[in-house]
T-cell receptor, first 115, second 112 residues
Framework: NAGVTQTPKFRILKIGQSMTLQCAQD?????MYWYRQDPGMGLKLIYY???????DKGEVPNGYNVSRSTTEDFPLRLELAAPSQTSVYFC??????????????FGPGTRLTVT | GDSVTQMEGPVTLSEEAFLTINCTYT??????LFWYVQYPGEGLQLLLKATKADDKGSNKGFEATYRKETTSFHLEKGSVQVSDSAVYFC???????????FGKGTHLIIQP
């Protein structure tokens, strides 16, 4: 298994540009999450999904959109990028419904700079 | 709302020293508690967890005990190695559909 994969690893955007951060998992996990990590801060939840076709806002959803058309993929869309969105973005997933399903599996992250 | 507070870093220790990273939490109910580790350039990996009061999580020589009376989950290791250098995150999960609540992370540096 590849686990949770994210692309790209790095990206520089100009203010006002848009882009999609890709996330995929091959573990048949039903729950998927997007977090952002700012320097010296913990991770903040942006959006999450409990299954294909179902998404919900987390703590910091403004400026982002998500979709979940398949179990495997959970892309994060940035519209009209702003410098405040400069961060490292992590995708995570887990399997709910099993006894030991608390562990979230994280991707390697996408480092985004908006200038 | 829920919150996790952990000691500020960086924490710098010599190899073979004893490690403690403090973590306290605020949450309603009975959350599950976790320590995640992030090595340079990588995503987070689960280090250990505890799901109820007085549980002790352990892995790779690290331990943490879920103390409900003090709302704490301090991470300890008896003898650290250079390879333990990383950022350590304490986190909680209250069992809902949403994600984990993380502390700010503690950067640990082990010198040979």
């Amino acid at each position: 298994n590849a686990g949770v994969t994210q692309t790209p690893k790095f990206r520089i955007l100009k203010i006002g540009q848009s882009m999609t951060l890709q996330c995929a998992q091959d573990m048949n996990h039903n729950y998927m999450y997007w977090y952002r990590q700012d320097p010296g801060m913990g991770l903040k939840l942006i959006y999450y999904s409990v299954g294909a076709g179902i998404t919900d806002k987390g703590e910091v959803p403004n400026g982002y959109n998500v979709s979940r058309s398949t179990t495997e993929d959970f892309p994060l869309r940035l519209e009209l990028a702003a410098p405040s969105q400069t961060s490292v973005y992590f995708c995570a997933s887990n399997k709910r419904g099993l006894a030991d399903s608390y562990e979230q599996y994280f991707g390697p992250g996408t480092r985004l700079t908006v200038t | 709302g829920d919150s996790v507070t952990q000691m500020e870093g960086p924490v710098t220790l010599s190899e073979e020293a004893f490690l403690t990273i403090n973590c306290t939490y605020t949450a309603t109910g009975y959350p599950s508690l976790f320590w995640y580790v992030q090595y340079p350039g990588e995503g987070l990996q689960l280090l250990l967890k505890a799901t109820k009061a007085d549980d002790k999580g352990s892995n790779k020589g690290f331990e943490a005990t879920y103390r409900k009376e003090t709302t704490s989950f301090h991470l300890e290791k008896g003898s650290v190695q250079v390879s333990d250098s990383a950022v350590y995150f304490c986190a909680l999960w209250r069992g809902g559909a949403d994600g984990l609540t993380f502390g700010k992370g503690t950067h640990l540096i082990i010198q040979p």
